[in-house]
């Protein structure tokens, strides 16, 4: 974990709202596990005052790269940075997934719903090159709304789509498009992340069918390594459940260590 | 060769640049971005008697310029702070100054009779705003007498110096920190968050599950700033300056305002190398100014 | 067609958006810029019953999200308001609200007293956070009592309906309202500024004049909204609520945590077009989630 | 007066911290007299909050310009601006030189300290064209703070140009250097804008040898538009002395109006 205010930005992607970018940060892309994420100042002036979380979308030798949806202020000044321009970055950050116990498991699922995608490229092609390949669904809500599509496709992976509209693939959710798959497979190890209604979801379904599944949480987050205390979600833990930092022991957390929101209630 | 030390009489800082309570955790979460030992101290997280479970998330909200918190004071209590954490701070050479909280104003004295068994503490910081739950209101800071008595009781049982922290959600100020000094507190520090709120247009409801939350942030420099410039006009014990202080120049505000020393809280989230950034920028503003000791900056205004 | 009026019960504005004193001169400075018809209507610049000088410059500086004023009240005094600019006001069809400033309570009684022969004056708004002169202390609205009696005098005089406009720098905002309210207050505005300070660091001297000022913008607008939740819970008469509202969304957390009305401040200085805009945006915002009346948006938090 | 969101950046060119951009903004163009300003919003964000004064530089058909130096967070952001972007800004505001009535006053001397040189290149042009060419005094710290010497030159006009270390042209203050010249000068009128200290000691020289003077003032503004009584110098008037909105009143005043900082003490 280390800050790295010099970030350099050395190529630029986009498709509508998401975008991509390369960072030359070599110490960060030499730590980096899936899963994990960055801290991103998105001004140096005080508004936006605080850093914004984004996933490791891949680490190529000394770059790591970030998968965006421009959805507020933040992420919309992030969008107009180019090519050349320094990032100020701290990293990597959190847990991620515990894929290496894993390289000899197959019919892994990984399923990403709109911007949630972005960790699991990273996650693909770790189990990838550990000899598994895992299976993709990958959702959003119109055809603009699944840009990586290519990318996975051109990486040799099996991938289904879902669009909320059913301008592409599937006609509804990614999670019913899952379900649905399920009649052909049997995985034997679910990684998502995606809207928490999703991944509620997934996990109700995973438990249900005895899959072992990881999810990776979002939450407002102050500081992003264990400074402020906001970033807490309920998590299960020996002493009963407790609200737990999602930067420091997550954000990857299990089916059966989260208590999904509508629960606690 | 700039002398940035200052002295409180009881205690002697290397600089005057301190991380604030519940910024900067128990330190050591800072350990990878910068050496704590270059800081005139810091304060660690809250801490009341027993651990706390904290507020329900949504617990941050952005504001322009600011942040609105709500964390519910979550701690893991003295006993394990005692044990996990303490015997990690030991070995830094800096003031470690612990955050003391309370329900009602026996668990203060309990915390810091607790803690004076324990070496590698400098000095106690009482936060007086947390929320008495037993009588219902809100908190000793915004009354003189309940202050008083917090802080009377406090150092009847302390063994170290003790800093009060002062709220800003008050008509005067002054009255209040008057009435710390008076009860015999070493030194006093303000301010802690502003009472706020944020709602969501599109779900009509708080943003944060608390409904209201402190706001911090350079958003309230200007009125922690004129805050601490009305304490150090009638007091005689230091005062050390909190409140939206992001760089080296919004330090010196406040120390050419008369705070003998600072504290830096929101900074340390967005940049957590802050603290030691804000001594160098201090550093070279002697520098320029020619100026060899800090304490020649202190209470320097001219009005 | 959204019904966007809002019901005082005294008077019925066509739009719950106002333009805030001070910020927005006597009106006609806007003209250039917006159809003044479309406003709910706008308070103008703090009269007191004589001419002011007002403060010496510097009289603002920028923060960070935030602006400190010390204009000092500069300003013509109620006859020439009355002469000068009444007559250029009384065309336009929304409703018009003076401040009512004063160094002694009689003043304000003798400003209201004044203007009570005036056409074209739908409401007064008394100021009760000038600094009164007299007794050498802050203002009226840091106390409940004082607060009481200026409301009560006033009233007594008043020929039209009376708006108080409360100050933040207190500890219990809801003590003062409910003052002004027992007093007989038609209605309470809030907030005024925040008091403040900024100093230069270079030539250590303060930046403003007067060296304290008043803290307004988007930086206190998460104060000045837990002030009107708190105050909205208590009282029975309108609230209307003021304090960094920049956007169309700023103004509905307003209104949906109970604020009648809002004023619209600072953002006049940075947008002179800013007032409409907020009208449009609510408009829309009404639309876009099937309201038709804007009075249903009123007090619907969900706690 | 206007206001006017969509100011089109059409030309930019920089000089060191110095910058000269063209915005395209018809009807402000066509109203636009020299000494008058623009108020321009330079971010989107609330902080900087508060709009930015800027002297219009020159008129050129539908053109307005701005000169500026780069002098803190909104000149800084400003000089970001790329031709292409929209400039938010309000004018023609204020009041300006007292040009018209001297077109056949001979020997006009405008004066210019570092970035107060931007008002006088569209005095110069208004006085040429209406018959009268005036000399130019032109100061700067170095060589680097008097990048519109050429400009002026091309234009055919004498230019004096000083700078505190001699770098280039006169060596001390061009007050200095103006002084210097009034033995071979006998100017009839003064037009200058520049540090206070400079237009004061300026308008000392001016009074005591009967030359009618008007500078042009600045001062930390909130609206530019008379709305927040933010802006006051304290000018002489009928009443003896009060504090007048220069936004509205000036910036542009005499020198038998304005009460300099220092005598009010
Ligand atoms: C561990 C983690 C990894 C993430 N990875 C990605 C990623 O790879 N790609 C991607 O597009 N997005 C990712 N997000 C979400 C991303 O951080 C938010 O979209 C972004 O912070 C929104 O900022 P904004 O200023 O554009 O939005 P605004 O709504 O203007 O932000 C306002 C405030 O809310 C916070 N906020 C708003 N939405 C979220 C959210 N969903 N999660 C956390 N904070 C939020 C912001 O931090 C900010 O404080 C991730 C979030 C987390 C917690
Ligand atoms: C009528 C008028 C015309 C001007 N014309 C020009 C011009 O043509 N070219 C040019 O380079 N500059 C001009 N200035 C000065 C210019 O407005 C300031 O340099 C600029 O506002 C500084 O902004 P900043 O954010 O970069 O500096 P900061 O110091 O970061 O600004 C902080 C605050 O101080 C204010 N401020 C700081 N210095 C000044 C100042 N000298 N005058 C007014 N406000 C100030 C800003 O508005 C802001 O509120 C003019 C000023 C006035 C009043
Ligand atoms: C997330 C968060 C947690 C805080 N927790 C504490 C605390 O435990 N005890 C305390 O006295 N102050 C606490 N504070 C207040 C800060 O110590 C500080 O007084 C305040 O944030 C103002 O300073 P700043 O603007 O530099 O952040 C907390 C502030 C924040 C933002
Ligand atoms: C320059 C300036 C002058 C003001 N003058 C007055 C005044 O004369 N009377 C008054 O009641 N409030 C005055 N105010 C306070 C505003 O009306 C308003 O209450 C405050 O600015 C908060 O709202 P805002 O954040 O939208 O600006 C003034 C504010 C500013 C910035
Ligand atoms: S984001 Fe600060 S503790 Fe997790
Ligand atoms: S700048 Fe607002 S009145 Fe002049």
Excluded at chain 1, 217 to 236: D, P
Excluded at chain 2, 8 to 32: C, M, Q, R, W
Aim: charged fraction near 20%.
């Amino acid at each position: 974990m280390l800050k790295d205010p010099h970030a350099l930005i050395t190529h630029k992607e986009h498709w509508k709202d998401y975008y991509l970018f390369t960072l030359e940060s070599p110490i960060i892309a030499s730590q980096a596990e899936p899963g994990q994420f960055i801290m991103v100042r998105v001004s140096s002036l005080s508004c936006p005052l605080l850093r914004r979380p984004f996933s490791i979308h891949s680490v190529e030798g000394k770059n790591i790269e970030i998968f965006f949806q421009k959805s507020g202020i933040g992420t919309s000044l992030l969008s107009n940075k180019i090519t050349g321009d320094f990032m100020d970055i701290i990293g990597p950050l959190g847990k991620g997934f515990s894929w290496s116990q894993h390289s000899k498991t197959q019919d892994i699922v990984l399923i990403g719903g709109g911007r949630g995608i972005a960790p699991l490229y990273f996650l693909s092609q770790k189990l990838h090159s550990a000899g598994t390949t895992p299976i993709i669904f990958y959702g959003g809500k119109t055809k603009d709304d699944i840009p990586l599509k290519e990318k996975f496709e051109q990486k040799g992976f099996t991938i289904y789509c879902s669009t909320d509209d059913g301008s592409f693939g599937f006609r509804g959710l990614i999670t019913d498009c899952f379900k649905d798959q399920l009649k052909n497979l049997t995985p034997k190890q679910i990684f998502a992340c995606g809207p928490e209604p999703m991944m509620k979801a997934i996990s109700q379904v995973a438990v249900k069918r005895g899959i072992p599944a990881e999810f990776s949480l979002e939450s407002v987050m102050g500081c992003g390594f264990g400074a402020c205390w906001g970033c807490v979600k309920k998590i299960k833990t020996k002493a009963g459940s407790e609200w737990v930092k999602i930067c420091e022991e997550g954000p990857v957390f299990s089916s059966f260590e989260i208590v999904w929101e509508e629960q606690e209630k | 060769m700039i002398d940035l030390s200052v002295d409180f009489g009881f205690i002697k800082l290397k600089n005057p640049v301190l991380a604030a309570s519940g910024t900067f955790g128990y330190g050591i979460e800072f350990s990878p971005f910068i050496d704590l030992n270059k800081l005139g101290g810091f304060v660690v997280k809250g801490l009341y008697y027993s651990p706390r479970p904290g507020n329900p998330p949504q617990r941050l909200v952005e504001t322009p310029s600011g942040l609105i918190n709500a964390i519910g004071l979550q701690g893991i209590g003295v006993k394990k702070f005692a044990e996990d954490i303490l015997p990690q701070l030991r070995k830094y050479q800096t003031a470690i100054i612990v955050n003391v909280c309370g329900e009602t104003e026996e668990e203060y004295a309990k915390v810091v009779d607790f803690l004076n068994k324990e070496d590698g503490i400098s000095l106690y910081e009482i936060n007086i705003s947390c929320p008495n739950v037993k009588e219902g209101g809100c908190c000793p800071a915004q009354n003189p007498e309940s202050t008083y008595s917090v802080v009377h009781l406090v150092k009847e049982v302390s063994a170290r110096p003790v800093i009060t922290k002062l709220s800003p959600n008050v008509t005067d100020i002054v009255e209040i920190a008057l009435s710390a000094q008076e009860a015999g507190s070493d030194a006093v520090s303000l301010v802690n968050t502003f009472l706020a709120m944020a709602i969501d247009v599109e779900e009509r409801r708080p943003k944060l599950a608390n409904i209201l939350g402190g706001l911090s942030g350079p958003a309230i420099k200007p009125l922690a700033l004129r805050m601490v410039y009305q304490v150090v006009k009638h007091l005689n014990i230091p005062v050390i300056g909190i409140g939206g202080i992001m760089t080296g120049q919004d330090a010196l505000e406040f120390l050419i305002a008369g705070a003998k020393a600072v504290q830096v809280g929101t900074a340390n989230f967005v940049d957590p190398e802050a603290t030691v950034k804000i001594i160098q920028d201090i550093q070279r503003h002697c520098q320029f100014n020619n100026i060899t000791k800090i304490e020649d900056i202190i209470g320097t205004l001219n009005e």
